[in-house]
């Protein structure tokens, strides 16, 4: 009777969380923070990357000695600031950065997301096989319980008893392993969304629309490369132009003498260092447009193979679902029926349940391969999810 508490599981409308409510959580998993954590820390290293030489403080000392013989040590203090004069330039090179680690953090999100959809898909999948497993656990003990008040009677032997019960037996391992999994579902859940309660809904349709789904501008990673791509460039837009001034304030004590200076430098960014830099951003610019069009092409390609494969599944399979449900189940009432009237032997009952058994996973094989196919379609892209679902 191992099976008989799956199908008295009944889910609380107060408790369970449907993947809505997972999907709105994903800011507060400890490995989106942690990312995000590293990203901004990333960000601000960029940000202040042009003014890493904004003050300067200037202090020397020397000897002078006249021509009358007197000598005195001088010392002179002095602070200087740089002032950028192309305010526009440096302006939309913080706003594209801004937009390019925004667009990371929802890269990552997305991709969370993702894993949600494909543990909670998965869930609900196995749930589902689970109990059209414990129905048939009702079926088996009603057969097993049925030739064994037929051995006390002489109407069937020993052998039909030990056979029955060994496939009682082999369901329950395979409901025992279903458990497991689903377990091990809630344990990775959890480890993402800690809030995660257990309590699975799984009344939300997740069927995809499959035109929005291949849309390349509901792709994240599509639209962080397109922004990476104006980060580099209003980055190199900092190198390429006269980028400040320099004012410097000094006070020095001479012999005699007590001075204040106040001088303007104009730097030129055309040094080795300067156009080391340039030429390493060229060559991330070049790689992150190449990116891009691979990104683009592969996006294509996948977009159609798995187009092709969902309207296989969705036309093929999944419209025969139930007329396979139905004509299977009407197998083992007939099959059941003549049994208890002695009609059909024992080894035809075990095969007509069999048969089921076997479509249960087949189904299941066939629901989970599908979903996750989409699932890792979503990851790799970084789908946003929430507008893709029907």
Same mark, same amino acid.
């Given at each position: 009777?191992?099976?008989?508490?799956?199908?008295?599981?009944?889910?609380?409308?107060?408790?369970?969380?449907?993947?809505?409510?997972?999907?709105?959580?994903?800011?507060?998993?400890?490995?989106?923070?942690?990312?995000?954590?590293?990203?901004?820390?990333?960000?601000?290293?960029?940000?202040?990357?042009?003014?890493?030489?904004?003050?300067?403080?200037?202090?020397?000392?020397?000897?002078?000695?006249?021509?009358?013989?007197?000598?005195?040590?001088?010392?002179? #203090?002095?602070?200087?600031?740089?002032?950028?004069?192309?305010?526009?330039?440096?302006?939309?090179?913080?706003?594209?950065?801004?937009?390019?680690?925004?667009?990371?953090?929802?890269?990552?999100?997305?991709?969370?997301?993702?894993?949600?959809?494909?543990?909670?898909?998965?869930?609900? #999948?196995?749930?589902?096989?689970?109990?059209?497993?414990? /129905?048939?656990?009702?079926?088996?003990? !009603?057969?097993?319980?049925?030739?064994?008040?037929?051995?006390?009677?002489?109407?069937?032997?020993?052998?039909?008893?030990?056979?029955?019960?060994?496939?009682?037996?082999?369901?329950?391992?395979?409901?025992?392993?279903?458990? /497991?999994?689903?377990?091990?579902? !809630?344990?990775?859940?959890?480890?993402?969304?800690?809030?995660?309660?257990?309590?699975?809904?799984? +009344?939300?349709?997740?069927?995809?629309?499959?035109?929005?789904?291949?849309?390349?501008?509901?792709?994240?990673?599509?639209?962080?490369?397109?922004?990476?791509?104006?980060?580099?460039?209003?980055?190199?837009?900092?190198?390429?132009?006269?980028?400040?001034?320099?004012?410097?304030?000094?006070?020095?004590?001479?012999?005699? +003498?007590?001075?204040?200076?106040?001088?303007?430098?104009?730097?030129?960014?055309?040094?080795?260092?300067?156009?080391?830099?340039?030429?390493?951003?060229?060559?991330?610019?070049?790689?992150?447009?190449?990116?891009?069009?691979?990104?683009?092409?592969?996006?294509?390609?996948?977009?159609?193979?798995?187009?092709?494969?969902?309207?296989?599944?969705?036309?093929?399979?999944?419209?025969?679902?139930?007329?396979?449900?139905?004509?299977?189940?009407?197998?083992?009432?007939?099959?059941?029926?003549?049994?208890?009237?002695?009609? !059909?032997?024992?080894?035809?009952?075990?095969?007509? #349940?069999?048969?089921?058994?076997?479509?249960?996973?087949?189904?299941?094989?066939?629901?989970?391969?599908?979903?996750?196919?989409?699932?890792?379609?979503?990851?790799?892209?970084?789908?946003?999810? !929430?507008?893709?679902?029907?």
């Amino acid at each position: 009777m191992r099976f008989l508490p799956f199908l008295a599981v009944t889910t609380s409308l107060l408790l369970a969380q449907e993947i809505s409510y997972l999907f709105s959580k994903v800011k507060e998993s400890p490995f989106f923070l942690k990312e995000k954590t590293a990203l901004e820390a990333q960000f601000l290293e960029k940000k202040a990357q042009p003014f890493n030489q904004n003050y300067r403080l200037n202090l020397s000392t020397g000897y002078a000695k006249p021509d009358d013989g007197s000598g005195k040590g001088e010392v002179e #203090i002095g602070i200087g600031r740089d002032f950028y004069l192309k305010k526009d330039v440096l302006k939309n090179y913080f706003l594209t950065q801004e937009e390019y680690y925004n667009f990371l953090q929802k890269v990552t999100l997305a991709k969370l997301k993702g894993e949600i959809w494909r543990l909670y898909g998965n869930y609900c #999948i196995k749930m589902k096989a689970l109990q059209a497993k414990g /129905s048939l656990g009702v079926v088996y003990d !009603e057969i097993a319980r049925h030739i064994d008040k037929g051995v006390r009677l002489g109407e069937f032997s020993a052998s039909d008893s030990i056979m029955a019960h060994l496939a009682l037996d082999n369901l329950n391992l395979q409901i025992s392993e279903l458990e /497991s999994e689903l377990a091990e579902i !809630e344990a990775r859940l959890r480890s993402i969304i800690p809030t995660f309660n257990g309590d699975f809904l799984c +009344t939300q349709h997740l069927k995809p629309n499959t035109d929005k789904l291949f849309y390349p501008q509901n792709s994240y990673l599509w639209k962080m490369l397109k922004s990476k791509q104006k980060a580099l460039k209003s980055e190199l837009a900092l190198h390429r132009n006269l980028r400040d001034i320099g004012v410097d304030l000094a006070l020095s004590k001479e012999i005699d +003498t007590t001075r204040a200076v106040v001088g303007i430098s104009i730097p030129f960014y055309k040094g080795v260092a300067n156009e080391a830099q340039k030429k390493a951003i060229l060559k991330n610019l070049h790689s992150a447009i190449q990116t891009l069009h691979a990104l683009e092409d592969s996006y294509a390609q996948e977009s159609r193979a798995l187009k092709q494969r969902l309207n296989i599944y969705f036309e093929h399979v999944s419209k025969t679902e139930d007329s396979i449900k139905l004509s299977a189940n009407t197998l083992i009432e007939q099959s059941q029926m003549r049994f208890k009237a002695g009609e !059909e032997s024992l080894f035809g009952m075990l095969k007509a #349940i069999e048969t089921k058994l076997s479509m249960i996973e087949t189904i299941l094989d066939l629901k989970i391969r599908r979903h996750n196919a989409v699932a890792d379609y979503m990851q790799k892209y970084a789908v946003e999810i !929430e507008r893709i679902l029907k």
